[in-house]
């Protein structure tokens, strides 16, 4: 785990609170918009950033993410732009922890090993890639560690007990729990589903566990801000954006912000 992953959710215990994690799609609408919202999260209340790497073939997300990347990658996104991104953020933060989450064929394409090493020189933490299951992911699993990037893994409500030791092998940062079935935003689980999914996690593993349930409003969060180490919060952000895309920069981050200071988690 790296060390700023570490540090957040050790204080984060010492709190007495769950993590609220954000997701955005870099670049959308457009590069300058979207490193303003980036730089103004943890101000709003983001505990962790998870930060999407735009791609043209988005098959795991659901309609608002898909045509996130597509307003991105119109806006002249590309992954070096994304890692350029993440280094301005690091002039004015070192502490927020930041997690790319993509598909690996941007990764593929710009090359592993330069890839690794450029996020960590750009001040990445993690890397959720969704299309590359634990048992192929050698190739990389072995330049993220050599560059102290963690791996975070997937575990979804169909991964039995018999796969869930393979998925959380080579896991670090923190397991990233997916509550519901199918694409991003397609609906939310319930509280006990989530409740009873986390206690048989925290059987095969000691990382924190953070749940992606689709959250849409605060009462969600606060709902289930006790039953996990952190909460996602991703489609809700990104159609903030979708649907304020024609305002101005300003009121576009406004819009955002407002909403990611209703979601932030008091200590319990």
Same mark, same amino acid.
């Given at each position: ?50 930060? @999407? ?5 988005? %098959? /795991? ?6 045509? =996130? !990347?597509?307003? *991105?990658? $119109? ?97 670090? @940062? ?5 509550? %519901? /079935? ?6 939310? =689980? !319930?509280?006990? *589903?989530? $409740? ?73």
């Amino acid at each position: 785990m790296t060390e700023r992953i570490k540090n957040r959710f050790e204080a984060l215990k010492k709190e007495g609170r769950s993590g609220l994690i954000t997701f955005t799609t870099a670049g959308d609408p457009d590069f300058e918009t979207s490193l303003e919202i980036l730089k103004s999260l943890p101000k709003a209340g983001a505990d962790l950033i998870e930060l @999407g790497i735009p791609f043209s073939d988005p %098959i /795991a997300d659901g309609k608002a993410i898909q045509e =996130a !990347s597509q307003r *991105a990658l $119109k806006a002249g996104m590309n992954v070096k732009r994304v890692l350029d991104m993440v280094s301005i953020f690091r002039e004015n933060d070192k502490e927020t922890p930041i997690i790319l989450m993509g598909y690996y064929n941007p990764v593929y394409k710009y090359g592993v090993d330069a890839f690794a090493k450029d996020a960590a020189k750009a001040g990445v933490d993690g890397l959720i890639i969704v299309d590359v299951p634990p048992e192929e992911a050698d190739e990389l699993l072995i330049p993220l560690k050599k560059n102290n990037l963690d791996m975070i893994f997937l575990a979804t409500q169909t991964t039995d007990d018999e796969r869930l030791p393979k998925v959380l092998k080579n896991a670090g @940062g923190f397991i990233y729990y997916v509550s %519901i /079935a199918g694409i991003t935003g397609a609906a939310s =689980a !319930s509280e006990d *589903a989530i $409740k009873t999914a986390v206690k048989r996690l925290r059987k095969y593993t000691k990382l924190p566990i953070a749940v992606d349930f689709d959250i849409k409003t605060p009462k969600q969060v606060k709902a289930v801000a006790n039953l996990a180490d952190a909460i996602v919060v991703g489609s809700a952000i990104v159609k903030i954006i979708e649907d304020s895309k024609e305002l101005s920069k300003q009121e576009i981050v406004g819009k955002v912000l407002e909403f990611v200071k209703t979601l932030a988690i008091d200590k319990k």
